[in-house]
């Protein structure tokens, strides 16, 4: 499997991975450029772990996908899957170039508000979302509310009628296709939680009809993430539109099609998923069926957007022959390696050190647990104490998935835009991590 931690001589080398990746750039003297800034220069000034975030390529990646949606030829609206990175200033810039918003909870939803995302653009996804979060949606007025249960429909039409509102909904189906991505992130199998059995969603959605305070305008599915194929997209679209013209022929109105997220980018040596492939798996199965669509991206925009910066504490040689290189991020700022068996590319930001021979080395985390392992057995360029290292493509499900574990403060944020670096989250301060914890008096 591609996303996997050990990779044992089949790793992409320094240039291959700056080949691919056109935010970055070795400069002989100033070392790891990103968007021609000097990441030495903001790993010294703000420290280390630092996540660094490239304005340009959040850009230029929306811009891409919403040319790659036009083709379609129907209207095509762009929601971001806020979960990916869900900081202000990613939610603002994609706004600016276009996008809504698919949320999956009340706190996204207020996120998403304050960066001023309208909530006409927004959509709330998610398989359980809670009586308050539901009338927070309708109080907002949501654009959409993807329901993913009959028990979910019951609960929104009393909610809504309660409230004097109509909710905008579609039924999340489950196509039951496989994704062919990693086990825990797989969401269109019959046997995972998420939406409506493919058999069950026309009954329901002509029950849903009859409901008060609900208007149902169509369907919505997403098989999974990290999705580097159409083959997948064709297959749950093509079941999709089986549905709809079911659906239609026995007389309901099915207007929308919101396609979902998934698209994968290249970590290691996956092929990077296409936009336009992924249009083009849209107009083939949808295009013609007249319907208003919509998708759900988010590891593709922000993902290939933000590096992990670090810095070598120790390097710990091992009888193995195999040294571990003690860095100061760990598990609890990217949680991928240790979830997913995640393969991050991780180059030195000097020059010298990058072009230096490669060794198999193991690259870990300070805090107290073996899964705190970002790559083993690796070859990679000789790293030293006090070396400095990025952690590539971390720039979605990276920062958001934070803990402060090991009483470790979240870590700095940093954007590149436009030559200029700007702090866009001070590293947190340690004493934040008990500021809500309240001592019994008898303990103090
Ligand atoms: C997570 C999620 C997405 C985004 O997935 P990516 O793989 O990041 O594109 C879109 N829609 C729903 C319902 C999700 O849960």
Request: aromatic share 4%.
């Amino acid at each position: 499997m591609a996303d996997s931690l050990s990779h044992a001589g089949t790793s992409p080398s320094v240039a291959d991975l700056l080949a691919a990746r056109p935010n970055l750039k070795m400069d002989g003297v100033s070392g790891l450029l990103m968007d021609g800034v000097s990441l030495s220069t903001i790993a010294g000034k703000v420290g280390t772990p630092c996540w660094v975030l490239s304005a340009n390529t959040l850009r230029t990646r929306m811009q891409r996908l919403s040319a790659a949606m036009q083709q379609i030829g129907s209207e095509v609206s762009i929601h971001y899957a806020v979960k990916a990175n869900d900081h202000l200033a990613v939610l603002s810039l994609l706004r600016q170039e276009g996008a809504g918003a698919d949320i999956v909870s009340g706190g996204e939803l207020t996120r998403a508000l304050k960066a001023g995302i309208k909530a006409s653009d927004i959509v709330f996804s998610g398989v359980g979302k809670t009586d308050a979060e539901l009338e927070a949606a309708l109080g907002a007025g949501v654009g959409q509310i993807n329901v993913e249960s009959k028990e979910e429909l019951e609960i929104l039409s009393a909610l809504a009628r309660k409230n004097g509102k109509t909710a905008t909904i579609t039924l999340r189906v489950n196509p039951d296709v496989d994704a062919r991505t990693h086990a825990k992130i797989t969401t269109g199998l019959a046997a995972n939680k998420f939406g409506i059995a493919f058999e069950e969603a026309q009954a329901l959605y002509a029950h849903a009809l009859t409901l008060p305070g609900l208007a149902p305008v169509g369907f919505s599915t997403h098989i999974g993430s990290q999705i580097t194929s159409a083959a997948p997209y064709r297959a749950a679209y093509a079941r999709m539109a089986t549905l709809i013209q079911s659906a239609r022929s026995a007389g309901l109105d099915v207007s929308v099609m919101d396609c979902g997220g998934g698209l994968g980018i290249s970590y290691c040596t996956e092929t990077e998923g296409q936009p336009e492939a992924l249009a083009g798996a849209i107009k083939a199965e949808l295009g013609h069926l007249n319907l208003k669509l919509a998708i759900e991206p988010g590891r593709w925009l922000a993902g290939p957007a933000g590096i992990l910066l670090s810095t070598v504490i120790l390097r710990k040689e091992h009888a193995s022959g195999v040294p571990f290189c003690i860095i100061d991020a760990a598990m609890n700022d990217l949680a991928r390696p240790s979830m997913y068996d995640a393969w991050h590319g991780i180059i030195p930001l000097s020059a010298h050190e990058a072009a230096g021979p490669v060794a198999p080395a193991h690259v870990v985390g300070p805090v107290c647990e073996s899964g705190d392992t970002f790559t083993r057995d690796r070859d990679l360029p000789s790293l030293q104490r006090g070396s400095r290292v990025a952690i590539l493509d971390a720039g979605a499900y990276g920062a958001v998935m934070s803990s402060t574990y090991n009483t470790r403060p979240l870590a700095a944020e940093v954007m590149i835009d436009n030559g200029t670096w700007h702090i866009i989250r001070e590293r947190q301060e340690t004493e934040e991590l008990w500021r809500h914890e309240i001592v019994p008096s008898a303990l103090t």
